[in-house]
Every structure is written in structure tokens, then in C-alpha cells.
């Protein structure tokens, strides 16, 4: 408010200087050419307004596992229902960079396991979607013989390949990632029209078994066998 008395003082000096007889028309003036620059700042104003909503959780873990190695998983939520995950290792003498998984479902859980059982453990991790699907997603780093690690190729998360796993038939989400004595399980319901009420169909579970081969340089996660 005072910038603007300060405007309107400055001009109507002017405006005197120009009519030194007539105050009327000094003021008239003074408010013109006032308002003229008022509108004229607003106009170039509102092509630079700009409005940046930004939504930011991090969350950091280290897990330590065997020969003294260890990785740090950093997760940056860009969202209610995505996130950022980054995993780097220490301990590795051949690797000392980060591994990202963009845009994946928020960081459930995470565990360590030796699937392949070869003395080199790796890591896993649970992501899951938020919502009534409730869908869970595996990722993975696995350490190549202790000297470097890669993340684990699987072929679930990718849609060209996730289309042609026939177990996926009728994956409704609302599933179980369970490790138990080295063995990695995926539990959810199938052959329900809708999970979360009642249906004339009967609903069974249905167990995926997954293990850990190698694949172009680094490894992958294979379905063994499906009850």
C-alpha cells in the first residue's frame, strides 16, 4: 500500500509540472497513468505465475549381511502411491555405484536370502500399491561372487513379459511375499469374481515358487513350480 502512495505521489508531480494551473487535472492524469502501469505489471506477471505442488518422504535403511558388505536402501516417495528406490553397496571391491528403480510401488519390506544358496546372499525388495488391489511387486540386488552386485532381472515387472506368464491368470493382487528357509513364496487368491465380497465362485490360493539362475551377466527371478 505505501509503494503504491509512493506511485501515485511521483505522478501527480508530474502531472503538476505538466499543469501547474490546474490540480484536476493533474490528479486525473496521475490516477490514468497509474492505473495503465498497474495493469500492464499484472499482465506480465501472470505469465510467469507458476504454482508447484511437491510431495517428498525419504526414508533410508542399511542392511548389513555377510564378508562385511552392506546396502543402503534409500526410498524417495513422490507420492501417496509412487516412489523412487535406490540401493547402494559397500564392501564390494568391483562395485561402488547406485542401483534405481523409478516410478515403482511404495517400499513395503525388505529381506536378505541366499535363493540360489551359493554363499553369496542378496536382497529383496517388497513394494505394494496403494488401494483395493493391494498388489505387490519383487525387486532384487544380487552379489556376483562378492565382488560386485547387479539387480535381479524379473520378468513380473515388466508387462511383455508379465503377459505371458500364465500364472498370472485371474491376479487379482491382495498377496503374501513370504521367505522361509531360503525359499521365496508368492501367496494370492484366484477364481473370485471379487475378492472383497461375497461371490458364487469359489476363491482358492494359488503359490508360486520362485528360484534365483543366472541371466545375461547378472540373475533372474524364475517361477518353479505353481500350486
Not at 568391483?94 to 519390506?109: D, G, H, M, R, V
Amino acid at each position: 500500500y505505501t509503494y503504491l502512495k509512493l506511485q501515485l505521489s511521483f505522478v501527480f508531480l508530474i502531472m503538476r509540472l505538466i499543469h501547474p494551473n490546474n490540480r484536476i487535472i493533474s490528479l486525473t492524469a496521475a490516477i490514468v497513468v497509474l492505473s495503465l502501469l498497474f495493469a500492464c505489471q499484472k499482465k506480465a506477471n501472470k505469465g510467469n505465475t507458476k504454482e508447484t505442488i511437491e510431495y517428498k518422504e525419504i526414508k533410508e535403511t542399511k542392511v548389513t549381511f555377510n564378508f562385511n558388505q552392506s546396502f543402503v536402501i534409500k526410498e524417495i516417495k513422490l507420492g501417496v502411491s509412487i516412489s523412487d528406490i535406490y540401493v547402494s553397496g559397500t564392501g564390494f571391491p568391483n562395485s561402488n555405484y547406485t542401483i534405481t528403480f523409478a516410478q515403482t510401488t511404495p517400499l513395503e519390506s525388505f529381506f536378505v536370502s541366499d535363493l540360489d544358496d551359493n554363499g553369496f546372499e542378496e536382497l529383496y525388495l517388497i513394494t505394494r500399491s496403494v488401494g483395493s488391489g493391494s498388489k505387490a511387486s519383487i525387486y532384487g540386488v544380487a552379489s556376483m561372487d562378492g565382488k560386485s552386485y547387479k539387480p535381479i532381472f524379473n520378468p513380473e515387472n515388466e508387462t511383455k513379459f508379465r503377459e505371458k506368464l500364465a500364472y498370472f491368470n485371474e491376479y487379482q493382487g491382495h498377496d503374501s511375499i513370504v521367505i522361509s528357509n531360503n525359499k521365496l513364496t508368492r501367496h494370492f487368491p484366484v477364481n473370485g469374481d471379487n475378492i472383497n465380497t461375497s461371490s458364487t465362485k469359489q476363491v482358492t490360493n494359488r503359490i508360486v515358487f520362485y528360484r534365483l539362475v543366472l541371466y545375461k551377466n547378472t540373475y533372474s527371478l524364475n517361477a518353479s513350480m505353481v500350486l
